[in-house]
Every structure is written in C-alpha cells, then in structure tokens.
C-alpha cells in the first residue's frame, strides 16, 4: 500500500511540473549545458563516495598513470622536433616549479601535444599532464601556462583522476589493471563544475605561491571567452575558420566546464581575500616558436604584412632562427621589397649549409633588388663559403648574364647539355629561366624544351617551360603544355596565370578572365606590378595589367546596370 501511495505521489508531482511548466514558459535560447552540468555532476557525486572510502595506493595510481601515458605519447613522440623537444622541456621547467608547492609528492611528468589544433589540457591519474601546442599558442605569458598547468596537477593534487579511475572501474566491472586501455577522451573531457571549480582555485594558489601572478588564469579565461565569441559570431572564410577539431575542442570545453565569467569572477575573489598583489607577469620563453608557425600561416594566406610583422617579432625574441628568417624573407619578397628579402636570405645563407632553392630565391631577390649590381654582391658571398659547385655558378652565370655577361651562362648551358647525371635537366631549366628573365627567350625556349622533355614531370619546369612557349608565340603548344599539370598540383597560382595570360595574348577574352580571377584570389603578389615585373616578362605584366583594367571595366559596367 506504502509503494502505491508513493508511486501516486510522484505521478501527481510529475504531472503538476508538466502543467505548471506549461503556463510558466520562460524564453531562453536551447542550450544543453546546464543538462550536462547537471548529469556530470550527479554522476561524479553517485560515484565519488565509494572512491573516497576505498582509495587506491599512490603506487597504484602511479602505475596505472605511466601505462596509460606511455600510450597515449607514442602517438607523436615518433615524429617530434626539435622546437617540440624545446616547448616539452620548457613544460618541465614550469611544472616543476609549480609541483614542488603540490599537497602530493607525485613524480610528475608534463608533456607537450604538438596538435596545431589541440586547444586542450589535462591530467591522468599519478601525476601526468598534458598540454596542447593550441592552447599555448593563445598564451601571452608564462603566467597563463602556470595557471594551465596548476589547474590540472590539482586535479591529481585532489584526487579527481584517481576517482576517474575508479569510477570507470565500477562501471566496466574489470580490474584496475584491465583500465589502461580505456579512452584518453574520459580525462580530455573535464570534470564536474565543482572540481573544475576547485581545480582553479588550488590551481591559482600554487601558481601564486610559485611566484606567478594571478592574473595569468583570468586572462586565460578571458582568452577562452573571446575565442569562444569570435568563432560563433564572426563571418568565416575557409582561411578564417578553425579545423573541425578546433572547434569540437572549444564546443566541448564550453560544454563541460563552468563559464569562463564564473571562473574569473571566483579568480578575482580570490585575490581579493588573499590580497594577492597582481605584479608584472614572465615572459613566455617558447613564444618565438608560435609567432614563428603564426608567421608562416599568414604567408601561406597572402597576409605578407602580418606574416613579416610575426617573423621580425619572433627573430627580435630569438634572433638566427632559420624558418623564422626565411619566412621573413618570402614575406619581404612578396611584398616586393626586393633589397631587404635578399638582406634575409643571406643572413638565412650564412647561417645554414647553402641549400640550391634558397640560393636560388636569394640570387632572384639581388636581381629584383639591383639587377647591375646583384651578380657582384652574390659573388661576394659565394667567396665567402669554402667551395663553390655548379648549383651555387648557374645562379652567378644568370646574374651576369642580366649585367649583359653571357660568357659563363654559355659555357654551363653547353656542359649541362652534354650531361647525364639527374641534375642536369635541373641546371638547364635553371639557366633557362634566367635568359628568360634577360629577354633572351629563343635561346630560353631552347633550354627548358630541353630539360621539360628530360623530366615531363617536373611541375615547376612544366611551367617554366609554357611561359616560353607564350613568347615564342606557341600559345595553343603553352596551352598544350599546361594541359599537362593536374589542377591540385605544385604552384597552381602560376600556372592558372600562365593559362590567363595564353588565352589574353590569343585573344579569348571571356575565357581569359575566369583564370584571372582565381589566380589573383590565390596569391595576391599578382596584383602587384612590380612583383609581376621583377619575375616575369614585360608581355605578362603587360596582360596582367589589361586584365585587372578590363576587370575592373566590366565590374563598373555591372554595378552601373544594378542600380
């Protein structure tokens, strides 16, 4: 009878909640989280309890951690580098510092996760952390990475991995030695809002008394927040968005943790209660390296200001860095600031063994620079280094042939014809492009046939090879000839170009401009002249010209016809 009365009881107060719901709506955007919140938090508290009252040994735990990191890094660990090696290290160095202030004396170990789009940190049971290259390079300081790094000993420092642990136990039903297998995900995915909560609080206390500031966990925050925000408000393009999981990252931490106001709020709160004075924040010392991939990544979007800003900005921190220099120089050249690219590319050339494709950008620069005085300064150099080979002559040979010298680009033309070994359709195309760049374009036409027949291909002498087909007036050969190249291969900005410029020059306007478009969408250095005039013939600057005039013209023509 009891059972019956209780199971009215609740019958009853269900369908009251119903009806009163129903007359008291309230307009709110759907969101899930505070449904997750509440599930994750009555799943910790069911079961945490028994955790409590029957915690595992710290050997257990320590045991169990260093098989599942043991998994987990030799995901990655195979193919890192040297800059990875450096930002781990550094982890060390800032972790270890804050462990040492740890309730728990674990042995703990901090790993570095070189996902581009890994905006994450977490913990595993015994003392391992790990940190994503995405969520560092958010950071301004050093400040910010301890506050990341509290955060998550003190889910170890408190017990919340262990717990994990032995939640997953009970509900699996194995042994915790059968647990190493379980997905890493169960850590990634953050705890409930009370622990990450007190995650933050404990956090901030060790970076504090670590000597950080306190102010790195709420610029943190704020940093998430504003990421957050911008990703769900902001027009995209393809080049603006993030990976799909980038943003799964950003869905699920906002999903999963408190939000980032709550979390501030409890932050400064704590400051105020501890009076905690808010002093000046560290340098982030691993920061070089990310201004240096930002560097790279705005270059590859056309963004050359930005692209020099972050290379000259990472090389101020860390001067003599070789990828930060020769982006700065691709940058410089895009931009077509010809004397300061071929500045970097030789600052790049003392620093490094000669490779034959910076050789080749910085004769391309000194020419573009000063074409009179390029073939003197690059034999400066050249003196400079212990011994001189073909690949470093051929560039010499094109210089002095632009200074009006075609002594020695006659000598090695002839010796790389007779030549067998691989690299002399290489030479020949090489010493090919600069009597195109000298205007000489028979005797071009002549060399790159010779090599593009060697090594059909070869993308970049394909092309090469079809630009002299144009002068020569061989435009249905050129089209021929870039026919040839699959749409998804190397440089396909210039060869699109090259197929603009072809149909231009034969007179196929409407099919000329398509081509047109997409290149100058593709690298932006086509819509600058003297970019276009220092590589390529007075013809393609020429045609480009008309092209973006008769553009502009029939855009004009169309705007007009609308209003």
């Known amino acids: 009878m009891i059972r019956w009365i209780l199971l009215s009881s609740i019958v009853a107060l269900s369908v009251g909640a119903i009806v009163y719901s129903q007359h008291r709506k309230v307009d709110t955007n759907a969101d899930a989280s505070p449904l997750l919140f509440m599930v994750a938090d009555t799943e910790q508290e069911l079961t945490r309890m028994p955790a409590r009252f029957t915690r595992m040994s710290d050997e257990e735990e320590i045991r169990i951690g260093n098989e599942m990191a043991k998994s987990y890094s030799s995901e990655w660990e195979k193919n890192e580098s040297d800059e990875d090696r450096e930002i781990e290290s550094y982890l060390e160095q800032v972790g270890g510092r804050l462990a040492a202030h740890a309730h728990r004396q674990l042995p703990y170990r901090f790993h570095f996760i070189p996902g581009k789009y890994f905006i994450n940190a977490f913990a595993l049971p015994g003392g391992h952390v790990f940190v994503g290259k995405g969520l560092i390079a958010l950071m301004d300081s050093e400040d910010e990475l301890a506050a990341v790094i509290g955060h998550e000993i003190e889910h170890v420092d408190h017990y919340h991995c262990a717990e994990r642990v032995q939640q997953q136990q009970a509900l699996r039903k194995v042994p915790l030695g059968g647990l190493i297998a379980f997905p890493i995900e169960v850590f990634e995915a953050g705890y409930s809002k009370d622990q990450e909560l007190e995650a933050d609080r404990e956090g901030t206390r060790l970076a504090v008394a670590a000597g950080y500031s306190a102010n790195g966990a709420v610029r943190m925050f704020e ?26 990252t950003l869905e699920g931490y906002f999903r999963s943790h408190p939000s980032a106001s709550e979390r501030i709020s409890q932050i400064q709160a704590l400051v105020a209660d501890e009076h905690w004075q808010l002093h000046a924040e560290r340098e982030l010392a691993v920061a070089y390296i990310f201004w240096t991939d930002q560097a790279s990544d705005a270059l590859h979007t056309g963004k050359y200001a930005l692209a020099e800003q972050m290379a000259a900005r990472s090389l101020k921190m860390r001067p003599a860095q070789p990828r930060a220099l020769r982006g700065l ?30 050789v080749e950008e910085y004769a391309t620069a000194l020419a573009a620079a000063d074409p009179h005085t390029a073939a003197s300064t690059f034999r400066d150099w050249m003196n400079s280094i212990p011994r001189s080979t073909l690949e470093l002559k051929v560039p010499l040979a094109g210089l002095l042939l632009l200074a009006g010298d075609d002594g020695p680009a006659r000598t090695i033309a002839s010796g790389a014809t007779s030549l067998t070994e691989p690299q002399s359709p290489v030479w020949l195309a090489e010493l090919g492009w600069w009597y195109y760049k000298a205007g000489d374009y028979s005797t071009a036409f002549a060399l790159l046939s010779r090599a593009y027949q060697q090594r059909p291909g070869d993308i970049h002498t394909t092309v090469q090879f079809a630009w002299a087909e144009i002068e020569e007036r061989r435009l249905a050969d ?4 870039l026919s040839m190249i699959q749409y998804d291969s190397a440089a396909p900005s210039e060869q699109v170009m090259a197929r603009a410029v072809c149909r231009w020059q034969a007179g196929q306007k409407d099919e000329a401009l398509p081509s047109f478009r997409f290149a100058l969408n593709s690298d932006l250095e086509w819509d600058n002249s003297r970019w276009v005039k220092a590589l390529y013939s007075p013809l393609v600057a020429e045609s480009v010209l008309e092209m973006k005039t008769e553009e502009e013209r029939r855009r004009n023509l169309q705007a007009a016809a609308h209003r």
């Open 478 to 481: 050129a089209l021929q000839t």
């Open 329 to 358: 120089a691709e940058a410089q050249f895009a931009e077509a600031n010809f004397a300061a690219s071929a500045a970097s590319f030789r600052t790049l050339l003392d620093l490094t063994r000669p490779q034959p494709e910076i």
């Open 223 to 248: 940093t998430f927040q504003r990421l957050y925000e911008e990703y769900h408000t902001r027009d995209k393009t393809p080049q603006q968005e993030l990976s799909d999981v980038a943003q799964q």
